[in-house]
């Protein structure tokens, strides 16, 4: 089986592991920077500062003596403080007997034990931060969809007779009042209560004019996104796409093609496309079993294909302030962390297929995915990507920052750390669950549908 097979199509194998490599870096790279600075800030001194393991390709020291260094395997980092015996900071006994006692404050070891706690709490906690300010970036570039509704451009679809007009602020469709942006679950009813047809009555306001305007279906089926390692990804559609038949049969929304696709039972799927340049073909696709979250924190089994929907048209947006876009941040980093603890627990218990776990190969594909669908997909990746590991670190398992906390709280309570020999049995430990892990998603790249 050629592994190879398992990347996407983003230009070539090169600039797939070249999004992957970025990605990891830059998430890295501010992992260990949090350990640096905080460590720094409390007193204790940085040897080495690595981006990436193996031989050297350049470093140099700074004015505090620490070196930094870019290494040739670009898959990882650390950071050695003094007295660490390796980038996993275990003791190095040895030199800890040779140092001074006025150096043995600026050793991990030697500080003091709220010192320690923040220093390696802190690569976690910058993992967060960064998740925080690149949402809250996005967003505040993205706006927010203008409450009322109004058009901003319209989006090619092959549907005649359309006289509905950019700027248009939409007052009602099919006799139906337009509810309130904020109000989702009243939009929600909308679309479903709207009438299956390509071109529906709209009541616009045009220049402080009351019109009747006709307009396409509020939600076509049209291809707005692919997500990463779906069936559609894998396929030849395209953002921008339109499905207009399914098996033969025409349908003019949405909610259409996601009633067949749930249903198929994962059987092959004829789906005949339309290209924004007058281009029709057909596509042979299979759904593919998916393990959805849900609001409650559990998980919904459906089939999907992985395209993302969205309004006939796009919305005009407004200005997105700092604070309720920081806010929203937090929001979102917040369910990135309940999902992903959520998905673990329900692996964990058998009740979602333990391939939902990707390990290197996955996050290479979604990488090369979202850096294929432009700057902003890729940058809100790497926000997702270091909330989870962010995450990750914090898991109470030695070699990983959540061991060390662990560690540290059992010295707050009983007075005195763990011996070396019991650090020692734990670290192994450690990295034996952390590398059969690594291999266990590794298997789940080649073997899993």
């Not at 909308?190 to 299956?196: A, N, R, S, Y």
């Not at 059987?267 to 029709?280: I, N």
């Not at 089939?303 to 005009?316: D, M, S």
Request: aromatic share 8%.
């Amino acid at each position: 089986m050629d592994i190879l097979t398992f990347l996407p199509q983003f230009g070539n194998i090169f600039m797939t592991l070249l999004a992957f490599v970025v990605a990891l870096s830059v998430i890295v790279a501010v992992h260990e920077y949090g350990h640096y600075i905080v460590g720094r800030w409390s007193g204790i001194k940085a040897e080495v500062f690595s981006l990436g393991f193996g031989p050297v390709l350049f470093s140099r020291v700074d004015r505090h003596g620490t070196r930094w260094q870019l290494a040739a395997l670009p898959f990882g980092g650390f950071v050695k403080f003094l007295g660490d015996a390796d980038a996993a900071s275990g003791k190095d006994v040895a030199a800890m007997a040779e140092i001074s006692p006025e150096r043995l404050r600026q050793t991990m070891h030697g500080a003091p034990l709220w010192a320690r706690a923040a220093t390696v709490a802190a690569g976690p906690v910058f993992n967060f931060i960064l998740s925080i300010l690149v949402f809250s970036a996005v967003m505040m570039t993205q706006g927010k969809t203008a409450d009322p509704l109004s058009v901003g451009a319209l989006k090619p679809l092959p549907v005649e007779g359309i006289t509905l007009e950019p700027g248009d602020r939409i007052l009602a469709i099919e006799g139906i009042t337009m509810p309130g942006m904020d109000e989702d679950e009243g939009f929600d009813d909308l679309i479903d209560e709207l009438p299956v047809r390509a071109l529906l009555d709209y009541e616009v306001e045009r220049e402080g004019r009351r019109l009747a305007a006709k307009g396409p279906q509020l939600m076509p089926p049209l291809i707005s996104g692919l997500a990463p390692q779906s069936a559609a990804y894998a396929s030849a559609m395209q953002p921008g796409d339109v499905i207009t038949a399914i098996n033969g049969a025409p349908v003019v929304a949405f909610s259409e093609l996601k009633d067949v696709v749930e249903s198929s039972n994962g059987a092959e799927l004829s789906l005949t496309l339309w290209r924004p340049d007058g281009e029709a073909f057909d596509v042979a696709i299979s759904p593919r079993r998916v393990d959805e979250p849900q609001p409650d924190g559990g998980f919904k089994t459906e089939w999907r294909i992985g395209i993302a929907g969205g309004l006939a048209f796009e919305p005009a947006k407004e200005t997105l302030g700092p604070v309720e876009a920081l806010g929203n941040a937090v929001v979102q980093t917040g369910q990135i962390v309940q999902s992903s603890v959520s998905g673990l627990y329900h692996m964990v218990t058998g009740a979602i297929s333990s391939c939902n776990m990707s390990g290197p190969i996955g996050i290479a594909q979604v990488s090369g995915a979202m850096a294929s669908q432009g700057a902003e997909s890729f940058i809100w990746f790497i926000a997702v990507l270091s909330t989870a590991v962010g995450l990750l670190n914090l898991f109470p398992v030695p070699v990983l920052d959540g061991g060390h906390l662990v560690f540290y709280a059992y010295e707050a309570m009983t007075g005195r750390p763990p011996s070396d020999r019991a650090l020692r049995v734990l670290m192994t430990i450690g990295l034996t669950v952390v590398l059969s892990l690594m291999v266990f998603a590794l298997f789940n790249d080649i073997f899993c549908p």
